[in-house]
């Protein structure tokens, strides 16, 4: 009798710390999980460059390791006994303590020939593989071992997966606004690694309590195992898939333009995750009603923003609006999902086909769609299948539906058509918004019928896929983003944009003649000051870091000795193509093209450059590797000593100039800066635009040749902590 009422009171305890200490050690491993992501991502940046597909090919590495987590989280559970699991699993975190601190190994070197995704992967599997597989089994294997304990819903324990996905969203949003600001990535990782050895406490211990099988007198429901039939997982693989695809896709628009840095990555992550907090709650935080009328009026929207003519909006504006957008279609998928769990019993199941989905939409945004694809039409893609989910209800489609929903497609399609045609400038916004307005109000009136809604939303997407409202001369896609090629009639010019950014500009004139550099380039420009200087002139070998249409290359004097270094083979296979620009078939033909990350190319030749233009900075994607104090040393190696540096930094979101300055107060440098934006440009050339440069060089006179123009300004550094690859928070540039 005293041994059966110790063993009752010993399950009451373990029935009060259970809880405690299973979501203590789910909340510890989410957030290492989490956190490492944006972790890694920044330490591989200067190995493959600042690309938003850098962070779209890691979602995708995450998203199959977690697979193969849960898969085998499935296994083992399945296979093998409570105590064998737990020796196993200790072995697996034990086995991952090798791979700490976390690092890039110095040896590793991308080769711009081969696919700059897959060697993503490689890096990814490399660096981080091991501890991020055995974390990401976590979550599944500590909810099957808490069915085996005392604890409160054990028969039922999804509320886990709760805690798991808050500890998540604290560990994305504490790296940019907390860690990365205050903390170089070195220190991160350490602590890191602490609170991973610490987790791995945690784990024995819910081992140890999910030995003990429960009691007969404190046992709930027994845990039953349904038959899962195959359509219930194509379910949930096209719910899972929607919410991962959507992310990725607005991560890859705001990251395309504001640039790829962990903030902009785990913003829209923190969100996808969050949605998984309030669906997995067991909770009820709007009525459904709510939910499916808000999950209507976000499809709407997504509908337009995705669509070219809608490209009116400032970045930041944009990533406002997809904020709440994004929260509501995945909490939307999610609370579905949850809906539609089966029992505790088929448990690591359901979650191995919900990582499957996520993956699967890691894969179509990462691989699949820039393989296959010239234009982006991933948003496109998962907003339809969003409003697919729509179909998941009873209603039946009958002909009248149909027919309305065709008709508000076509509607707003042709305002649209009729206001990128017609109207220009302020016209054109008031016109798109009241055609979202009228969008979004018709579907709120029909958001009884889902299927109407459905149709009006894929006949949108649909019909805007076989128009092309630019008449583009080229257009493809690569790791790197989307390249376009297009003609203004009007100012009879060409134009070169990679994502949003303008890149070259060439009269249409010039393709059979010696053309004139235009864009920032253009001849009253300071890098054309520069390049035209007398000592510019005299300078012998000059280098060009970011190719661009090759608009520099006609400012190469006879005799000189000319190279362009561009990480994207793309880039050069446009600018060399005559049918496309002829500046460098004019002006520097034989001028070879190194390809790949300018510091790793630059730091693996023996050249020696009297002017090094560092032309990086212009796009708004900033690689931050490139402007370090690690980087800008590495420039002075390979510059004369008299030489200069030129660092082009006109800029939409970032003033650059203030971490240039303190890098040149930290290497003892002169530096000065020119900023044209101001200036009157009537007597320029049709498509030249205003810049900002900043020169720098050991050379004092190099300077003051320049500042007697009283066009230069010397640049001050304040004191505030320099940028090195240790540490480099973007935000702090921001305008």
Partial sequence: ?????????????QKLIAPIVFSVSIFLSAALLFFVQPLFAKLVLPKIGGASGVWTTAMLFFQVVLIAGYVYSHLITRLLPVKIQLIVHGAFWAASLAFLPLAVSSNWLYDPEQSTALQTLILFAIGVGVPFAMLSANAPLLQAWYTRTNGPSADDPYFLYGASNFGSLLALLSFPLLAEPLLRISQISVIWSFVFVLFGVFLIICGLMARHEKTETLQGPSTRED????????????????????MLSITTKISTDLGSFPLVWVIPLSIYILSFVLAFSNRTWISDHLSNTLFVI???VLSMLFIPYMNLISTSVTALIFAPLLLIVAFYAHKLLYNLRPSAGNLTVFYITMSVGGALGGLFNSIIAPTFFDTVIEGQVSTLLAASLLLFTRNKLKPWMFLVGMVIAVIIFAGGLYQYVVLKDIQQR???????????LVLFLLRRKPTVVFVAVSFLILINFSVDLKPTVFEDRSFFGKHTVVDNTEENTRLYSNGTTLHGIQRL????????????????????????????KASETIGIVGLGVGSLACYAQTGQDWHFYEIDKTVDQIARDTSLFTFMHHCAPDAPTHLGDARIVLDDQDLLFDVLVLDAYSSDA?????????????????????????????NRYYDIAPPLARIAGKLGIHAAIRSDLSDSNANWEVGSTASVVVVASRDPEWIEHLSETKQWNVLQADQKPVWTDDYANLLSALK
């Avoid at 010696?514 to 420009?525: I, K, V």
């Fill in 622 to 650: 900033i690689p931050v590797h490139l402007i370090t104090l690690e980087a800008v040393q590495l420039y002075l190696r390979r510059l004369s000593e008299d030489g200069i540096l030129v660092f082009h930094i006109s």
């Fill in 1 to 13: 009798m005293a041994h059966e009422t110790e063993r009752n009171d010993k399950a009451m305890d």
């Fill in 227 to 246: 038959k899962i039939a195959i359509s219930d997982i194509g379910i949930w693989l096209l719910i899972a898939f929607v919410p991962s695809s959507l």
């Fill in 509 to 536: 004139t010039d393709m059979d003649a010696d053309p004139t550099p235009l864009s920032y380039y253009h001849p009253q420009s300071p890098m054309a000051q520069v390049l035209t200087s007398e000592r510019g």
């Fill in 298 to 300: 976000s499809l709407a």
């Fill in 430 to 440: 008031i016109v798109s918004f009241g055609l979202l307005a009228i969008f979004m």
